[in-house]
């Protein structure tokens, strides 16, 4: 019986260090792209890179919205003033619709200073290493 109260005892402790583990993780607040979090461009699926060197050529692009201020709501990329962020659509294969793939640039639009993509509507950014 002592056998079994050790290891509920034990069991308990994880579980509550897992718990509190996780939140603490959560209290620190959300990752900002710049914290080295990268993709190197040849990883970026085909429609990523062809997105991307559109970018630099200007376009044209094929959808209406790109191009289109990026307000940054998630605060998830660095803190820029309004208008510095442009997103632009990475085609989702099987998608009806623009899909959930972007890539998103702050800085001039045919020179911006860093590029950064995201595979899942905005919930995480990667820096796009060229």
Do not use: W
Request: proline residues 7%.
């Amino acid at each position: 019986m002592a056998h079994s109260t050790g290891f509920k005892l034990v069991l308990t402790g994880f579980l509550l260090a897992a718990a509190l583990g996780g939140h603490l993780a959560q209290a620190k607040g959300p990752a900002t792209a710049d914290a080295a979090v990268t993709v190197a461009l040849a990883e970026l699926p085909r429609q990523g890179v062809e997105t991307y060197h559109l970018i630099h050529q200007g376009g044209p692009f094929p959808y209406e919205k790109d191009g289109s201020v990026f307000g940054n709501r998630e605060r998830l990329l660095p803190a820029s003033k309004r208008g510095y962020y442009r997103e632009y659509t990475v085609p989702t294969r099987g998608s009806r619709d623009r899909g959930i793939q972007r890539i998103v640039c702050g800085g001039a639009p045919r020179t911006p200073d860093a590029c950064y993509y995201t595979a899942d509507h905005y919930a995480s950014f990667r820096r796009i290493v060229p």
